[in-house]
């Protein structure tokens, strides 16, 4: 055998190697992807029955969402929302008043600023040991304070008019309904 013919021989397993290391590489690329987009983006799943927001059941959640608009869709952990939700649950709201804004909670309903963001009924009062006369006030909003409902196609929602206003250190992000 000359020189020439020898050194085109390629090993046997060349191939195997080479897809080896490709697909190690795919691997790491993919799991770079993955951490990447899960820091950014998490999957919520609202399983009640009762849903706050009816038309939806699960939601995509960026974290990275930072300016928290009146009307928009948000997620926040609960806190201190038994027997409703536990500590740490993901909860999606409407965003309906911030700070500086005026509530009014009586027998008509929820109104920010004059305008009517919830019903009268107060369903969860009974549930929590209260007549719905005990979530009867008037405030305004302070710095750092956010006060969510759910859908207007969901009376019975458990929210800002029962557990109070959401921290500003309780936000997660904005919560995009997918189906």
């Known amino acids: 055998m000359d020189a020439v013919s020898q050194t085109n021989r390629q090993h046997p397993l060349w191939f195997l190697t080479k ?75 409407y965003l309906v008043g911030t700070a500086g804004d005026a509530v009014v909670q009586n027998e008509h309903g929820v109104f920010i600023n004059g305008t009517q963001v919830a019903d009268g009924d107060y369903a969860a009062a009974e549930k929590l040991g209260f007549s719905p006369e005990h979530y009867y006030k008037t405030f305004t909003i302070p710095e750092g304070h956010f ?27 904005g919560a995009t309904p997918l189906w």
């Not at 207007?152 to 992000?173: I, M």
């Open 147 to 173: 006060f969510f409902v759910g859908s207007h196609t969901a009376p019975r929602s458990f929210d800002s008019r029962y557990y109070g206003l959401v921290r500003e250190d309780q936000l997660v992000g």
């Open 19 to 93: 897809m080896i290391w490709v697909g190690m590489a795919m691997m790491l690329g993919a799991s770079i992807l993955f951490h990447a987009v899960s820091q950014r983006f998490q999957l919520v799943f609202d399983t009640q029955v009762d849903r706050c927001i009816p038309e939806y059941s699960v939601y995509l959640v960026d974290r990275t969402v930072t300016d928290f608009e009146k009307g928009g869709i948000y997620t926040f952990t609960a806190r201190n929302m038994s027997p409703y939700f536990e500590d740490g649950q993901p909860i999606g709201k």
